[in-house]
Structures are given as structure tokens and as C-alpha cells.
């Protein structure tokens, strides 16, 4: 196992980078955010998986060691392989997913490919208590009540990530008009 590579980007591809390490160049497969963050001429360090297959060798690539965590989570849910896996890291920052695993949040993984409605129930179900094992990130699911707050706001028109982020900020003790009332008033700032 190469658990990380750290050397100077000599080349990008399309999904890719070429990274030289002591005179030997490694391909390193990035989702396209990481792409995007890295420099030819540029030292990087990359968190790697090594994937061998009968036909083919590959090297996934995360900026951080919380990146590569999810990717070995993530290929531990039956039917979600390496390629699933990175697609799904590729969609957004490693606590945007988290947070969507641990509220069952499964608007979030639509349109992404090779992810059916069954492989993200499998994923919600398989991983849910799994998540909270990863230190960075402390989420906890919100309460059902919660829940229903939040789907009556995201119903108003509010992005679900910042309704939820609201939501629990809110005190305890309130009814759910109260909640409500007390949310919309911080989203409208």
C-alpha cells in the first residue's frame, strides 16, 4: 500500500496528474476540485489509494487524509466500487457528504453516475453510524422533529445544506413554529 506520494506535478490530464517522485512519475487520479487546486512546477502531497486489477493499476489521489478516510468508507458499502466511490467524493467537500450520510439526506447523491436510488440507501444505511468515527468532522443526525423542519424550510425555497446547519443552531425547548420562525429569521440575514 503507498499511503501518500509527495513530489512536483510535471503534468495534468483530464482527470489526472503526472506527480515525480524521485525521478520516478506517478499517475494520480483527482476528482476535478482537487484538479484544479494544483499547479504544474508545483511540490503536492497526496493521501493515495493503490488499486490493481487483472488489467489495470490505478493510484486515487485526496489533498486530504479526511478524503481518502471517506474513499475506504465509501468501498466498504457492497456494490460501490473504487470508480463510485471517487465519483461521489468528486461532487463536494468531504463534509457536505458526511453530513448528507449521517441526515439521510438522498437528494444529494442524485445525478451522480452509478449511484441508483438502491446504492444510496445502501450506502445511508451501511455508513450512517460509520461516519462519526471520522474524527475532523463531529455531525450527529438531527432529531426526526428537526427533520421536519428542515423539509418545511427547503420547501420555502432554502438550499438544504444551510437550512440544516441552521437548524441546529437553533435552541432546544421550542415548538416547531417557533423553530421555524427563529430559522427563517437567520436565513434572512
Known amino acids: 500500500m503507498i499511503y501518500f506520494l509527495r513530489g512536483e506535478i510535471i503534468k495534468k490530464l483530464f482527470n489526472s496528474v503526472v506527480l515525480e517522485v524521485s525521478g520516478v512519475g506517478y499517475q494520480i487520479f483527482l476528482g476535478s476540485k482537487e484538479l484544479e487546486m494544483v499547479e504544474i512546477g508545483k511540490e ?3 493521501f493515495t489509494d493503490l488499486r ?6 490505478q493510484i486515487y489521489g485526496f489533498l486530504e487524509e479526511s478524503g481518502l478516510n471517506l474513499f475506504k468508507l465509501l468501498k466498504s458499502v457492497s456494490g460501490v466500487g473504487p ?7 468528486a461532487t463536494g467537500r468531504v463534509d457536505k457528504i458526511i453530513r448528507a450520510i449521517s441526515i439521510a439526506d438522498k437528494a444529494f447523491f442524485k445525478g451522480i453516475s452509478g449511484v441508483g436510488p438502491k446504492s444510496v440507501l445502501k450506502i445511508i444505511v451501511e455508513l450512517q453510524d460509520k461516519v462519526g ?4 468532522l463531529d455531525l450527529k443526525p438531527i ?3 428537526d427533520t421536519e423542519i428542515v423539509e418545511a424550510l427547503e420547501n420555502m425555497g432554502y ?3 444551510i437550512v440544516v ?6 435552541g432546544k425547548g421550542l415548538s416547531e413554529q417557533e423553530k421555524i420562525q427563529q430559522a427563517i429569521k437567520l436565513l434572512s440575514n
Open 44 to 46: 503536492a502531497e497526496f
Open 52 to 57: 490493481i486489477s487483472d488489467d489495470n493499476i
Open 83 to 89: 470508480k463510485t466511490a471517487f465519483g461521489i467524493l
Open 133 to 136: 468515527k471520522l474524527k475532523e
Open 143 to 145: 432529531s426526526t422533529e
Open 159 to 161: 438550499k438544504r445544506e
Open 165 to 170: 446547519e441552521v437548524v441546529e443552531r437553533i
